[in-house]
């Protein structure tokens, strides 16, 4: 399965975010200069995170984004499906019915097609494995260090 790097930039912000959640809102120009990326680039990847509920975009010029819920409240599964939309990798069309394989079929038809059946299964654990982790996971288990440099960055920036 291949998800954009909107994804990734988007689960990197919501944890820099996480670390930073009583700082208020984050202007997009401060969080593109600590990712080195173009502040229109990094606004265009957020605004389906605001879209989904998961930000929050303040104008003006004390505003920027932050959290909309607690980063416990918020999944990996929330970020990317928000990021890449509903869409499931894999989508059964029969094929095996198709050409001489079809014509020649018996029964064996009216069961699902055991690879859509496998496909789904790991899908689905895919869609679990996401959902069970949050951004206050991701934040918790990354290095001290991470948190205390962003935290320090920000507040010098």
Known sequence: ??????????????????????????????????????????????QPLVRAGILVSTPGIRGGFELARPPERITMLDVVTAVEGEVNPFRCTEIRQRGRSGELAGPEFSRACGISVAMRRAELAWR?????????DLAAGAPAASAARTRKGFSTD
């Not at 930039?9 to 208020?24: D, F, I, K, N, R």
């Not at 679990?128 to 206050?136: D, F, H, P, S």
């Open 1 to 46: 399965m291949k998800m954009g790097e909107g994804v990734e930039w988007s689960l990197h912000c919501c944890v820099t975010l996480a670390w930073l959640e009583e700082s208020g809102p984050v202007p997009i120009g401060r969080m593109a200069t600590w990712f080195d990326l173009p502040p229109e680039y990094l606004k265009k990847r957020l």
């Open 128 to 136: 679990r494995e996401l959902a069970a982790q949050t951004i206050a």
